[in-house]
């Protein structure tokens, strides 16, 4: 089992940025892969992006594409997500996720974080 705490959250101007992390504990992490979701009010929860166990591979939603990026530390046990040049669009709860495989499907994560709200003005 995996424990999930997000971090990094706020409120930001539109064209500025923020980063995201996520901090795990519990069973060994790097045996997880690990992923974004967002979800905005009245709306589904989305895949935002992804990354592979190593770390060796990437995803992202198309419309992050270019202005986000994942990317993690295996020995600080932490999930990152860089986020640019952001749009009101993407004010949302963001979830950081755990499972042993990495698909864009929440329902297919087994261990989720609290949450953190980032809130981006226009």
């Known amino acids: 089992q995996v424990q999930l705490v997000e971090s990094g959250g706020g409120l930001v101007q539109a064209g500025g940025s923020l980063r995201l992390s996520c901090a795990a504990s519990?069973?060994?992490?790097?045996?997880?892969?690990m992923a974004w979701f967002r979800q905005a009010p009245g709306k589904e929860r989305e895949f935002v992006a992804g990354?592979?166990?190593?770390?060796?591979?990437?995803y992202y939603a198309d419309s992050v594409k270019g202005r986000f990026t994942i990317s993690r530390d295996n020995v600080k046990n932490t999930v990152f997500l860089q986020m640019n040049s952001l749009k009101a669009e993407d004010t949302a709860v963001y979830y950081c996720?755990?499972?042993?495989?990495?698909?864009?499907?929440?329902?297919?994560?087994?261990?989720w974080g609290q949450g953190t709200q980032v809130t981006v003005s226009s």
């Open positions: 996720a755990a499972d042993s495989y990495l698909t864009v499907v929440a329902e297919r994560y087994d261990y």
């Open positions: 519990g069973r060994s992490f790097s045996t997880y892969a």
């Open positions: 990354i592979s166990q190593s770390g060796g591979s990437t």
